[in-house]
């Protein structure tokens, strides 16, 4: 049973992955038909985002009121309803309503699921869990590209991915019975009281892991969204081969999310965040090192995108261990949080000082929130470890 319910927890990490890279393939051809400027997608995601940091914080008060198991399941339902809404919408108005439960049901099932698979399950699935979320965001776009080649439209991409996401929202339903079971065991941490968001924020080394985790998403989501501009405008490198090395980057975390999850268990979240940031260092300085040739910088950007791998998922997985497994689903969700607004806003904020400075801030960028992950992750582990002796 066990078995089973691992298999759907993977499935929904794929669903999960589903939605996200939907909008930025489909808005070069959604914003014409709209009559919308360019820039109108900026709107769309900020709301999404919005959404996704409400639900996270509310991630633990519903899983304590409703189970893992329902609230995926509604989570699911609430993107899949939000997809379709979207296949339906013919203005930005209608876009901009759908965003709202697109962004909820984005946020409560990445905190919920990432809790349980935290509580319950080997830091390997963790690291495989986070990789097919990762199959899941490189298909969604094949999915928008043949709709929009074949010509049945963005609003069939939307569509297809909606009914791939009810799918999953009956299987989930079906499965509810295995979440209980699971749940209703009383010595299940899930199911003891836990400390709310101000009580968890006062938690000792709390406030060190939302800024490495806010840092890590900052620092992944403006190295893959401005890869292909440093290169193309600051390396001379030709458009076609800097988007080329752009998916790298996303590739070279989801392979190394694979890899990572065999060698976890071996080698403990600590030891794999701390590899993670020595390759991210190691690509940041090909990056910078003027060797006289574009190829150093296409190297660091996939060994960037390899040192980013093992970090979010040994975060996660470590929060149980370092901070009370009754607390883990309040701080996971906070966490969550923290992440998305890393990743809504700095890479705009990048954008803004790369237009008064130019694109050669791109590696010191990334530099400023490399450092300040390793000084903030290096600093909770003293005081995890000052709080077990």
């Known amino acids: 049973m066990i078995s089973l319910l691992l298999v759907i927890i993977y499935i929904a990490f794929i669903s999960l992955g589903l939605p996200d890279s939907l909008l930025g393939s489909a808005w070069p051809v959604m914003y014409s038909e709209l009559g919308v400027p360019l820039s109108y997608m900026g709107m769309l995601s900020m709301i999404i985002a919005f959404g996704t940091i409400v ?40 876009l901009c309503i759908w965003a709202v439960p697109y962004g909820l049901g984005a946020g409560a099932i990445d905190a919920a699921l990432n809790n349980y698979v935290a509580l319950h399950f080997a830091s390997r699935h963790m690291s495989w869990l986070h990789c097919f979320w990762g199959v899941g965001a490189s298909v969604s776009p094949y999915i928008m590209g043949y709709c929009l080649t074949s010509g049945a439209g963005w609003k069939m991409g939307y569509r297809s991915v909606s009914i791939i996401q009810i799918i999953l929202t009956v299987m989930l339903f079906l499965s509810l019975p295995m979440w209980k079971k699971r749940s209703s065991d009383e010595n299940n941490p899930e199911n003891k009281a836990s400390s709310g968001i101000i009580s968890s924020l006062k938690i000792t080394g709390v406030p060190l892991v939302l800024i490495t985790f806010f840092s890590y998403c900052a620092l992944e989501s403006t190295a893959g969204l401005w890869a292909s501009s440093y290169l193309c405008e600051y390396k001379g490198v030709s458009e076609e081969t800097a988007a080329g090395f752009a998916s790298l980057f996303y590739l070279g975390i989801t392979a190394g999310r694979f890899v990572c999850g065999f060698i976890s268990e071996r080698f403990g ?9 020595s390759v991210i260092a190691a690509g940041i300085m090909l990056l910078i090192l003027p060797l006289g040739s574009y190829m150093s910088s296409l190297a660091g950007l996939i060994i960037i995108g ?53 694109l050669w801030i791109y590696p010191v960028y990334l530099i400023v929130f490399a450092v300040l992950m390793i000084i903030m992750s290096e600093r909770l582990n003293s005081v995890v470890r000052n709080e077990t002796e």
């Open 269 to 277: 979240d600590k030891n794999l965040i701390r590899f993670g940031l």
């Open 306 to 358: 390899l040192g980013c791998a093992p970090i979010y998922p040994s975060i996660i997985h470590a929060t149980p261990s370092n901070f009370g497994k009754e607390n883990s689903q309040s701080i996971i969700g906070i966490q969550m949080a923290s992440a998305y607004v890393g990743t809504t806003f700095m890479p705009p904020l990048f954008g803004f000082l790369a237009g008064k400075i130019g």
């Open 55 to 94: 639900s996270s914080l509310m991630s633990d008060f519903l899983t304590k009121k409703l189970g893992t198991g329902l609230v995926t399941t509604i989570s699911v339902f609430m993107t899949a309803a939000a997809m379709f809404g979207f296949s339906m919408s013919d203005s930005y108005v209608l």
